[in-house]
């Protein structure tokens, strides 16, 4: 059987477009021979030809111009792997406009215009996959949309960052300094120049909208989930959660709240206590990791590299061989139809807790302090005094609780006159 020739063109060439370009070039004929589909480098666009990092691309491969690749009849498949929100969302609709199927890995693109995307590629009748965008080269997307789609899915907790993931493992192991191992992850490479938007959270925000809108099948962007980075986390907490019995991971979690007849989605990312016999909680270093639990097939997790060239190109490779597939046969996937979300405010989302209030060390304080929690139906599951200097820092576990009561039962320490200081909440994953 003659293979048949997918002729790709990709929008930059970067980490993951020069692996790409490579594993294109090391696996043509295997995949040609498995698939049917002989994949050829048509085109890749650099924004400058100083940036081109694939040496042995030849020269009439190379250009500058990425709208050409986009609107190219002679390109059949065209990958987006510029990053962020424009230009690229300016390639991805002409080339959908064009009617070539688009494979991208811009988690931030679709986290904020996906519904947009996904809209023109129905309405053209072409693929539009990114496997890619939120577990690197874990696939999430095609299980989550294709292999549970006949289940209900309730939660999906995801360690989905990797520099925050390395981050909180050497806190956690060698009692390191925040700064001095996110300079250690710089310098590794397991963290950008400017790591703000894995620090801040923001970067597995835009991966936990995409995780809402592909389990609930509604559509969720990134401003709509509550989000807490990881600049508060030092050594000395880290050191309180091991003794608990918890590790501290950065976490993605979207859950399908069941309200009577109302249905709401909750999307949050923020530093969370995991039990240590938590799955979760063995994920270290830059390692990523996606929990999903649905009420047919209970739990299951995905782990592996989130990040990275190899991994990350693996991905997208696998949806440039489905967009081709489809290509031949004349068909396309998409995420099927999608409904607004209505989005569960925070306040009235419930977990377990975390608190440290420094108080006074005298009599009739723990009292005092236990009075307000019970005011505000927050039970306690367990209690730790420390000595905090010249008074006392009470150390809570709490059971299960509303975080709008939390918040109040904050609020009303801080007016304590035997409270010294509010300490720190964090959120705890209750259940193992």
Known sequence: MTARTIRVGILGNGNIGEALVDRIEAQRGDLAARTGIDLEIAKVA????????STHLAADVVTTDAMSICVDEGIDVVVELIGGVEPARTFVLAALGAHKPVVTANKALIAATGTE??????STGVDFLFEAAVGGGIPIIRPLRESLIGDRITRV?????????YVL???????????????????????????AADIGGHDAAAKAAILATIAFGTTVVADQVYTEGIDDVDAELIDRATRLGYVIKLLAIVE???????????????PTMVPLDHPLAAVRDSFNAVFVQGEAVDDLMFYGRGAGGGPTATAVLGDVIDAARNLVNGTHADVGRL???EIRPIGELTSAYYLDPEVVDRPGVLRAVAEVLARHDVSIRSLEQIDAGGGARLIFITHIAREADIQAV?????????VVDVGRLVRVIADA
């Open 410 to 418: 904050r609020r009303e320490l801080a007016d304590l006159d035997v």
């Open 169 to 195: 493992t050497r806190m956690t192991e060698e009692g390191s300094q925040f700064g001095d191992v996110l300079a250690e992850a710089q310098r590794l490479g397991f963290a950008e120049a400017n790591p």
């Open 46 to 53: 650099v924004r400058t030809m100083d940036e081109l990092r």
């Open 256 to 270: 399908r709240v069941d309200d009577g007849a109302d249905t709401q989605t909750a999307v949050r990312v923020h």
């Open 339 to 341: 409904v607004p979300a």
């Open 117 to 122: 995307l996904f809209d023109v590629a129905v």
């Open 157 to 165: 907790l995801g360690i989905v960052n990797g520099t925050t993931n």
